[in-house]
């Protein structure tokens, strides 16, 4: 008799149902992972909200951490038991960017809660090469922000950040404040945040931020009228205004990137454009979270630094809602504008 197990699955526009799903078993490579806690992205709300899935019905989920169930034939990176934060992206390994050690580049590419099936379920299979194997002192509930993490680092990646280095960060939601923790643990030197809440702009004070700016009327220019201006700025709300403002008042000679998912035009007046011909900019884009070997750099270092203490994700960490609590947390956030930080499922029960 097949085993079944409970997901949490997108079967319409707004409309999320606790579902009966028969227990998926690992194939050669794969390992089947006992979900624990799941986070809520960004990208999963279009989704939701408004039925952009592949298609009906779609367990969402691609920021979750677990422990290992069984593992398929040829698996001898993973054990039952073992404890891993997931890589959610499933490159082809064929295509030119695969081979070139780009897999977030790659164009035929799976990824796991949109493509196949999410971590809003007790249990997924995913590829064994996806698994990030966790050190005793990183709980499962802080693995769960692993792949958050390694989109910060991935974006600090970018550019060839200097010991004591000026940086602004534009944006001080979860990506942004994960910036600001590992630009400090990387070495960088003042680095200021900048948001519209000033909330979140207290609690990048005591995540690490040396200063802060609220972004209202002419917050940003008057901060920088008498500081000295960032030569990194990493920009990740995806809002025109500081998607703008990054370029604006970057140093000369500095760089941009922007990590930010646009949802509006982006529109830059000619002396703000100037500044990149005049300033000599760097600009870059910085899209996801993996490199070579696969799945790259950015998850051993998110792991470290949790070890270490150097990053605290803890303090993002806003409520943990059950499967049975179905959209719930989808709808809270929206109806919370901005006030709560990450939200996590527990498909393992523990809250």
């Given at each position: 008799?097949?085993?079944?197990?409970?997901?949490?699955?997108?079967?319409?526009?707004?409309?999320?149902?606790?579902?009966?799903?028969?227990?998926?078993?690992?194939?050669?490579?794969?390992?089947?992972?006992?979900?624990?806690?799941?986070g809520?992205?960004?990208?999963?709300?279009?989704?939701?909200?408004?039925?952009?899935?592949?298609?009906?019905?779609?367990?969402?989920?691609?920021?979750?951490?677990?422990?290992?169930?069984?593992?398929?034939?040829?698996?001898?990176?993973?054990?039952?038991?073992?404890?891993?934060?997931?890589?959610?992206?499933?490159?082809?390994?064929?295509c030119?960017?695969?081979?070139?050690?780009?897999?977030?580049?790659?164009?035929?590419?799976?990824?796991?809660?949109?493509?196949?099936?999410?971590?809003?379920?007790?249990?997924?299979?995913?590829?064994?090469?996806?698994?990030?194997?966790?050190?005793?002192?990183?709980s499962l509930?802080?693995?769960?922000?692993?792949?958050?993490?390694?989109?910060?680092?991935?974006?600090?990646?970018?550019?060839?950040?200097?010991?004591?280095?000026?940086?602004?960060?534009?944006?001080?939601?979860?990506?942004?404040?994960?910036?600001?923790?590992?630009?400090?643990?990387?070495?960088?030197?003042?680095?200021?945040a900048?948001?519209?809440?000033e909330?979140?702009?207290?609690?990048?004070?005591?995540?690490?931020?040396?200063?802060?700016?609220?972004?209202?009327?002419?917050?940003?220019?008057?901060?920088?009228?008498?500081?000295?201006?960032?030569?990194?700025c990493?920009?990740?709300?995806?809002?025109?205004?500081?998607?703008?403002?990054?370029?604006?008042?970057?140093?000369?000679?500095?760089?941009?990137?922007?990590?930010?998912?646009?949802?509006?035009?982006?529109?830059?007046?000619?002396?703000?454009?100037?500044?990149?011909?005049?300033?000599?900019?760097?600009?870059?884009?910085?899209?996801?979270?993996?490199s070579?070997?696969?799945p790259?750099?950015?998850?051993?270092?998110?792991?470290?630094?949790?070890?270490?203490?150097?990053?605290?994700?803890?303090?993002?960490?806003?409520?943990?809602?059950?499967?049975?609590?179905?959209?719930q947390?989808?709808?809270?956030?929206?109806?919370?504008?901005?006030?709560?930080?990450?939200v996590?499922?527990?498909?393992?029960?523990?809250?």
């Amino acid at each position: 008799m097949t085993a079944t197990m409970k997901a949490l699955a997108v079967t319409d526009t707004r409309t999320m149902d606790l579902v009966p799903l028969d227990r998926p078993e690992p194939g050669p490579g794969e390992a089947l992972v006992r979900v624990a806690y799941c986070g809520i992205c960004g990208s999963d709300f279009p989704r939701y909200f408004d039925g952009a899935v592949h298609s009906f019905p779609q367990t969402l989920g691609h920021e979750f951490s677990g422990t290992v169930e069984t593992v398929g034939a040829g698996v001898e990176t993973a054990s039952p038991g073992d404890r891993v934060a997931v890589a959610p992206l499933v490159p082809c390994g064929q295509c030119p960017s695969c081979q070139a050690g780009a897999p977030a580049l790659c164009n035929q590419y799976s990824f796991v809660g949109s493509r196949q099936q999410g971590g809003l379920a007790e249990y997924v299979v995913v590829p064994a090469r996806n698994l990030v194997q966790l050190p005793d002192g990183v709980s499962l509930r802080d693995a769960a922000l692993v792949e958050p993490l390694t989109i910060a680092l991935h974006g600090i990646s970018r550019v060839n950040l200097q010991p004591g280095a000026r940086v602004a960060v534009f944006g001080a939601g979860v990506i942004g404040l994960l910036t600001v923790m590992a630009l400090k643990a990387l070495g960088a030197g003042h680095v200021t945040a900048i948001d519209i809440q000033e909330d979140k702009l207290v609690l990048a004070r005591e995540l690490g931020a040396d200063a802060t700016v609220l972004a209202l009327g002419t917050g940003i220019e008057d901060h920088f009228a008498t500081e000295a201006a960032p030569e990194v700025c990493l920009e990740t709300a995806g809002h025109p205004s500081t998607q703008t403002a990054a370029v604006q008042h970057c140093a000369k000679g500095g760089s941009v990137v922007f990590i930010g998912t646009s949802t509006r035009t982006v529109s830059f007046e000619p002396e703000v454009f100037e500044r990149i011909l005049r300033g000599e900019l760097t600009i870059t884009g910085s899209w996801m979270s993996y490199s070579a070997p696969f799945p790259g750099a950015e998850w051993t270092t998110a792991v470290r630094l949790l070890a270490e203490g150097s990053v605290s994700v803890e303090p993002l960490v806003s409520r943990v809602y059950s499967l049975e609590d179905g959209a719930q947390a989808f709808e809270d956030i929206r109806d919370a504008r901005g006030q709560l930080l990450k939200v996590l499922y527990a498909p393992g029960g523990a809250r």
